[in-house]
């Protein structure tokens, strides 16, 4: 059975997802903007963002893997789309995507990509966060506020603007740590926390409805709710160094045993077939 990833051309070089799923070795990855191909597969999964637009369908079924945070009312809803299956990365807006589109939807959150940890920049601080420190419209808009609070009380680094930043998994391993920061979405995070558990980092994630689901506190990762609640944490691991070696080794086996690219890509073509019908992640 021939299986593919369908995804747009700059996603090819920059998303950590798309080389997650290249590494994976299982799928073949192909060009969304080039469609002449994909009659050859028996079942694709598109990973993309807006409303993909079928123009070749496969032998068997198309499914649209959305990992973005917009409603069905804040993209194109198209009278004419051309897929089986819809996968969402959280299950806030469940109802939305069922009504827009008609077609049975899956919850399917977002992956880590593994990438060489041996070596990168020197780590002159002690926690990190990467991605965008400012506020994106009103997903991250605290998140200037909460970064400079924390900051005040650990040398914090903020990297911003690298694009793919190409020793993420180092810095993240050798940083104290990791703050994995999104919009609460229910059961719903960006990939940023499955990359700092798949780097062997100690995980320090805002809390959002549901990730008890797939974590433990304090065994797998460790959520704050609020900038004061992560400072005393902080200050609480750097007293028993013991316990934030072991979160950390723990969090990175969880996220091999269930939370690689391998692990997702299995799971939706599984349900795609028929032989399972939900997300196989949970604790």
């Known amino acids: 059975m021939r299986l593919a990833v369908a995804t747009s051309k700059k996603k090819f070089k920059y998303g950590p997802i798309a080389d997650a799923i290249i590494k994976s070795g299982i799928v073949e990855l192909v060009s969304l903007e080039d469609q002449s191909k994909f009659h050859e597969y028996d079942h694709i999964i598109v990973f993309y963002n807006k409303v993909p637009i079928?123009?070749?369908?496969?032998?068997?079924?198309?499914?649209?893997w959305m990992n973005d945070l917009r409603k069905p009312e804040e993209l194109e809803v198209l009278s004419k789309y051309n897929f089986d299956d819809i996968f969402l990365c959280h299950k806030t807006y469940d109802d939305l995507y069922k009504e827009a589109y008609k077609k049975p939807l899956y919850f399917m959150p977002q992956c880590g990509h593994s990438q060489p940890?041996?070596?990168g920049r020197l780590i002159?601080?002690?926690t990190v966060f990467i991605g965008k420190a400012e506020g994106k419209k009103y997903y991250h808009n605290d998140r200037p506020s909460v970064l400079a609070e924390i900051g005040k009380y650990t040398n914090l680094k903020t990297i911003s603007g690298e694009g793919q930043t190409g020793d993420q998994c180092?810095?993240?391993n050798k940083s104290r740590y990791s703050l994995a920061m999104s919009f609460p979405m229910i059961e719903g995070t960006s990939n940023r926390l499955y990359n700092i558990l798949a780097s062997a980092g100690f995980c320090l994630v805002r809390y959002?409805?549901?990730?008890?689901?797939?974590f433990e506190n304090k065994k797998h990762l460790v959520w704050f709710k609020d900038a004061k609640e992560a400072v005393e944490l902080i200050q609480y691991y750097n007293e028993n160094e013991d316990e934030?070696?072991?979160?950390?080794?723990a969090g990175f086996q969880q996220?091999?045993?269930?939370?690689?690219?391998?692990?997702?890509?299995?799971?939706?073509?599984a349900i795609m077939q028929g032989e399972e019908t939900?997300?196989?992640g949970y604790l």
């Open 54 to 64: 079928i123009t070749n369908k496969p032998k068997g079924r198309i499914a649209w």
């Open 117 to 119: 940890r041996e070596k």
């Open 124 to 126: 002159n601080w002690e």
């Open 170 to 172: 180092w810095i993240y």
């Open 244 to 249: 934030r070696a072991s979160i950390a080794e």
């Open 208 to 214: 959002f409805p549901g990730i008890e689901k797939q």
């Open 278 to 280: 939900k997300f196989r």
């Open 255 to 269: 996220f091999v045993d269930k939370h690689t690219a391998t692990k997702r890509l299995q799971n939706m073509f």
